[in-house]
T-cell receptor, first 109, second 119 residues
Framework: EDQVTQSPEALRLQEGESSSLNCSYT??????LFWYRQDPGKGPEFLFT???AGEEKEKERLKATLTKKESFLHITAPKPEDSATYLC??????????FGKGTKLTVNP | GAVVSQHPSWVICKSGTSVKIECRSL??????MFWYRQFPKQSLMLMAT?????????EQGVEKDKFLINHASLTLSTLTVTSAHPEDSSFYIC???????????????FGPGTRLTVL
C-alpha cells in the first residue's frame, strides 16, 4: 500500500533560520511527488512536482529535492509569511494522490 | 494557475438534513474532479473521483449512497451529504485537473474548501 510520512509534524523557526522538511514514501513505481502549501481554512496551493531521483526545483525561498525514498523541502532564510502547513503527496496512478499528514511550519519574527 | 471555487465556504446544518457543496473550475474545463475530506491534523483523504458524464468512483470505505456526487458539466461537480450526522462534520475540499493537453505537471488544483458542521 502506498504510504507517505512527513516529519517533523511541527517545526518552529526564527526568521532567517534555514531548515528542511522531510517526506518519505513507499510507492510501487513513483510517477510524481508533489509539494503543496496549505494555509489554515484554505485548500492546498501547488508548489512543485518532482518525477525522478536527483531532480530539484526552486521557488523563491523553497527548494525541493527527490531521492528514491524521500523528498526534502528546504527553506532558506524563512520569513513569517512562509508559516503554513506543507503537504507532500505521491501520484499513484489514475490521477490519484496520496497525501502525508503535513508539517506545520511556524516562522517567528 | 487554474482556479477552482467552492460554495459554500462553510455550512451548519441539523442532523438528518442534506447538504450540497458545489465545486467549479473557473477558467478551464475539468475532465476529472476529486473530492477529499480532511479532519483536524490529518491528511487529505480522497473520497471519490468524478468524471464528467459518468458515475463517480468511490474509495474503499466511502458510502456512495451517503455522499452523492454529480459531475453534470466540465466545470461543475457537486457533493451532497445526505442525512448528515455529527460525525460527518469535516473540511471538504475538491480539486480538478486540466485536460491532458494543457497539463504541465499533472498537478491537481484545489478549491478553498467547505467547512461542514452538523449539529
Amino acid at each position: 500500500e502506498d504510504q507517505v510520512t512527513q516529519s517533523p509534524e511541527a517545526l518552529r523557526l526564527q526568521e532567517g533560520e534555514s531548515s528542511s522538511l522531510n517526506c518519505s514514501y513507499t510507492v510501487s513505481g513513483l510517477r510524481g511527488l508533489f509539494w503543496y502549501r496549505q494555509d489554515p481554512g484554505k485548500g492546498p496551493e501547488f508548489l512543485f512536482t518532482l518525477y525522478s531521483a536527483g531532480e530539484e526545483k526552486e521557488k523563491e525561498r523553497l527548494k525541493a529535492t527527490l531521492t528514491k525514498k524521500e523528498s526534502f523541502l528546504h527553506i532558506t532564510a524563512p520569513k513569517p509569511e512562509d508559516s503554513a502547513t506543507y503537504l507532500c503527496a505521491v501520484y499513484r496512478g489514475s490521477e490519484k494522490l496520496v497525501f502525508g499528514k503535513g508539517t506545520k511550519l511556524t516562522v517567528n519574527p | 494557475g487554474a482556479v477552482v471555487s467552492q460554495h459554500p465556504s462553510w455550512v451548519i446544518c441539523k442532523s438528518g438534513t442534506s447538504v450540497k457543496i458545489e465545486c467549479r473550475s473557473l477558467d478551464f474545463q475539468a475532465t476529472t474532479m476529486f473530492w477529499y475530506r480532511q479532519f483536524p491534523k490529518q491528511s487529505l483523504m480522497l473520497m471519490a473521483t468524478s468524471n464528467e458524464g459518468s458515475k463517480a468512483t468511490y474509495e474503499q470505505g466511502v458510502e456512495k449512497d451517503k455522499f452523492l456526487i454529480n459531475h453534470a458539466s466540465l466545470t461543475l461537480s457537486t457533493l451532497t451529504v445526505t442525512s448528515a450526522h455529527p460525525e460527518d462534520s469535516s473540511f471538504y475540499i475538491c480539486s480538478a485537473t486540466e485536460p491532458p493537453e494543457r497539463r504541465r505537471y499533472n498537478e491537481q488544483f484545489f478549491g478553498p474548501g467547505t467547512r461542514l458542521t452538523v449539529l
